[in-house]
């Protein structure tokens, strides 16, 4: 039986660890969602995990992670709570935390249509919408012949570079974590500058293709091309729906939409950057 509600709000919140990653998994898993182990253990080392133990000592019942890009901005992602101790507050507890942890720096979350509301009552407010879309590229409609090849090690300075302007913030221990993150990371390339790059990375049986940042459309359909190339898995992403194209082109070659997820926001009218050439995220639980 669960704990009664009262003595839910007495249980410590803790941060996690990479030690934790196992009872991350097993938490994703038993809401219904895919373990994403490797997903897991690059939020626990690159953010600050909070959760909430069993006190059955059955794992965790509550667990989310908080990336930081400085002052600026911080994202939260994978809120999740245990489906026997859910609807009794452990959620609200638990993001209550995170917020009070967070001080006056700003927030971004991508919410799912269930947890919306309460992120809503919360304080966050939605500014946009990401589409989720999964499937096998088939490339009836072909990328324009934008070239495009697989980034190095001297690339990396003019990929932090670009992903800074773009984003609005450094996310340096995001992106530096890449090369061995994913098992591609590749850039564009117009009169021997670099105009945008695009990283797929193994998540369970999918590869994600995040980050997304590109000059133009032609460019993201040039690196989402080269990608799936290279791959024999169905691909996942979340593309920013004001991208119209590009989720047209997607959903012509082969991938279908799954959901939508509302991009939200605290304390901040809107996010930094420049949305116009960030196609899609490293993962929505990242920004």
């Not at 507050?89 to 919306?116: F, I, Q, S």
Request: glycine share 8%; with cysteine; hydrophobic share 45%.
């Amino acid at each position: 039986m669960p704990t009664p509600h009262a003595a839910l709000d007495q249980l410590p919140i803790r941060t996690l660890t990479s030690a934790d990653l196992i009872a991350c998994a097993d938490l994703s898993e038993d809401r219904g969602w895919l373990r994403e182990e490797h997903k897991w253990n690059l939020l626990l080392t690159a953010g600050t995990g909070y959760g909430i133990d069993d006190p059955e000592g059955k794992g965790l019942i509550a667990a989310s992670v908080v990336t930081s890009y400085g002052p600026g901005l911080s994202a939260i992602g994978m809120v999740l709570v245990a489906e026997r101790y859910a609807r009794q507050g452990v959620g609200r507890r638990l993001m209550r935390h995170v917020l009070a942890e967070a001080g006056d720096t700003p927030l971004t979350l991508h919410a799912t249509p269930n947890g919306k509301p309460l992120y809503e009552q919360l304080g966050f407010v939605q500014t946009g919408r990401a589409e989720m879309l999964r499937g096998r590229f088939t490339a009836v409609e072909p990328a324009p012949g934008i070239p495009t090849r697989a980034a190095t090690a001297e690339d990396l300075q003019t990929v932090l570079h670009l992903d800074t302007e773009v984003f609005g913030l450094d996310r340096t221990h995001m992106i530096t974590r890449l090369p061995a993150f994913a098992d591609q990371l590749r850039v564009a390339e117009a009169d021997g500058e670099i105009t945008g790059f695009a990283a797929a990375w193994p998540n369970m049986d999918t590869h994600v293709i995040g980050p997304l940042i590109a000059r133009d459309t032609a460019t993201a359909q040039a690196l989402v091309a080269a990608l799936a190339a290279t791959t024999d898995r169905p691909l996942r992403t979340d593309i920013d729906v004001r991208h119209e194209a590009l989720v047209a082109w997607l959903k012509t070659n082969g991938l279908s939409p799954i959901m939508f997820n509302a991009v939200m926001v605290r304390s901040l009218p809107d996010l930094p950057g420049d949305w116009s050439r960030r196609f899609a995220p490293l993962t929505v639980a990242a920004g």
